[in-house]
């Protein structure tokens, strides 16, 4: 049963430029949720997909948009890269009706923006 | 919206002992509190969650406790092992939303 698979698992961008993460999510869920985790901090909440639409969103500003395909698989964009940016970005994967609600994680994507 | 904040951000032990982790929230319909373990360079892993109906749950050396009134919920690892090390998070969450919101993490390292 495959887990949560991201890509790329690195990444280096000049600022300015436009980037585009990917996740696939676990076998059986629908829920795709994007995290930023700066390096030391915890993960900080972008949005949530559910049903191809964004259900909930963080305070991240417009630059950031997602998309989520009828596979349930997620991508999310980034555009006008500043160096802010760099940071690991989770993708987490879950059920949404159902009384396990804890995520499963992907590996990240380490964005660094030069 | 949602304010997690964790306590201590590092926490030495040695082999053996007991370690807490405390987590605050702020809001009250969070009913759902999983806990995360990332070794370094490592995905964040759920080791064990609790729901807003239970008080306690325990899971072999590790438990896990909740306080609604007061908006509160530690962890508690017993017996600990060098690989106990790692960062650990905890979460708020509301089933409804869907979100969940992180403390900033703590550090635990276990001396042999």
């Known amino acids: 049963d495959a887990g949560v698979t991201q890509s790329p698992t690195h990444l280096i961008k000049t600022r300015g430029q436009q980037v585009t993460l990917r996740c696939s999510p676990k076998?059986?869920?629908?829920?795709v949720s994007w995290y930023q985790q700066a390096l030391g901090q915890g993960p900080q909440f972008i949005f949530q997909?559910?049903?191809?639409?964004?259900?909930q969103r963080g305070n991240f500003p417009d630059r950031f948009s997602g998309h989520q395909f009828p596979n349930y698989s997620s991508e999310l964009n980034v555009n006008a890269l500043l160096l802010g940016d760099s940071a690991l970005y989770l993708c987490?994967?879950?059920?949404?009706?159902?009384?396990?609600?804890?995520?499963?994680f992907g590996s990240g994507t380490r964005l660094t923006v030069v | 919206g949602e304010n997690v904040e964790q306590h201590p951000s590092t926490l030495s032990v040695q082999e053996g002992d007991s370690a807490v982790i405390k987590c605050t929230y702020s809001?009250?319909?969070?009913?759902?509190f999983p806990w995360y373990k990332q070794e370094l360079g490592k995905r964040p892993q759920l080791i064990i969650d609790i729901r807003s109906n239970v008080g306690e749950k325990k899971d072999q050396r590790i438990a896990v406790t909740l306080n609604k009134t007061a908006k509160h919920f530690s962890l508690h690892i017993t017996e600990t092992q060098p690989e106990d090390s790692a960062v650990y998070f905890c979460a708020a969450s509301n089933t409804n939303a869907g979100k969940s919101t992180f403390g900033d993490g703590t550090t635990l390292t276990v001396k042999p």
């Open positions: 997909y559910y049903e191809e639409e964004e259900r």
């Open positions: 987490a994967s879950s059920l949404r009706r159902t009384v396990n609600y804890g995520y499963t």
């Open positions: 809001d009250s319909a969070s009913n759902y």
């Open positions: 076998s059986g869920h629908d829920t």
